[in-house]
């Protein structure tokens, strides 16, 4: 592996970890080496495909380096009189969305590959899901509009992903 762009496609065998294959028009990400399963959605063995609201969706699934920051800014609309007083009220519905910053350090290339790979496929615009940590950890909609890359040296990256919750 070495290039988001080149991907092969399943056709049996074994696989090494983070190696990234195309299976029935989904991208699966291995999670072991010498993985014999074939990729599918739900497969042990396998990460990338998950069962969301009753629908394969694509699942973000790395597990960040440190802890996320999560950041939260309610949508509130407020009215403020002379006399000192202001009326606040929420700014249409699904008005407290999340923001998370994660963080991958010292990844190798396999795994950073599988990464951006992911990332770039869903190309700014298309919703993953994702788990995040305590106390919101409850499987939730993201989109990912930037990620940074770094090449610290030969077979270590850095990664930090900034998600923003949507609601489709």
Same mark, same amino acid.
């Given at each position: 592996m070495g290039s988001i762009y080149e991907i092969s496609s399943w056709s049996g065998g074994t696989a090494s970890k983070n190696e990234v294959y195309l299976h029935n028009s989904n991208h699966f990400y291995s999670l072991e080496n010498s993985n014999t399963q074939t990729p599918a959605v739900g497969a042990s063995k396998w990460g990338g495909m998950t069962t969301f609201d009753n629908k394969e969706v694509p699942h973000f699934f790395w597990i960040p380096s440190y802890s996320p920051t999560i950041s939260t800014e309610p949508s509130v609309r407020t009215l403020r009189f002379g006399d000192g007083y202001?009326?606040?009220?929420?700014?249409?519905?699904?008005? $407290? #969305?999340?923001?998370?910053?994660?963080?991958?350090?010292? &990844?190798?290339?396999?795994?950073?590959?599988?990464?951006?790979?992911? #990332?770039?496929? &869903?190309?700014?615009?298309?919703?993953?899901?994702?788990?995040?940590?305590?106390?919101?950890?409850?499987?939730?909609?993201?989109?990912? &509009?930037?990620?940074?890359?770094?090449? $610290?040296?030969?077979?270590?990256?850095?990664?930090?992903?900034?998600?923003?919750?949507?609601?489709e």
């Open positions: 202001e009326q606040r009220t929420p700014n249409g519905i699904n008005t $407290n #969305l999340l923001k998370i910053s994660l963080t991958y350090d010292n &990844r190798d290339e396999a795994e950073s590959t599988a990464i951006a790979h992911f #990332l770039n496929e &869903r190309g700014g615009s298309e919703a993953f899901v994702y788990l995040p940590p305590s106390p919101y950890s409850s499987m939730k909609k993201f989109i990912c &509009r930037k990620w940074d890359v770094t090449m $610290n040296f030969d077979n270590n990256y850095s990664i930090k992903v900034d998600l923003e919750e949507v609601v």
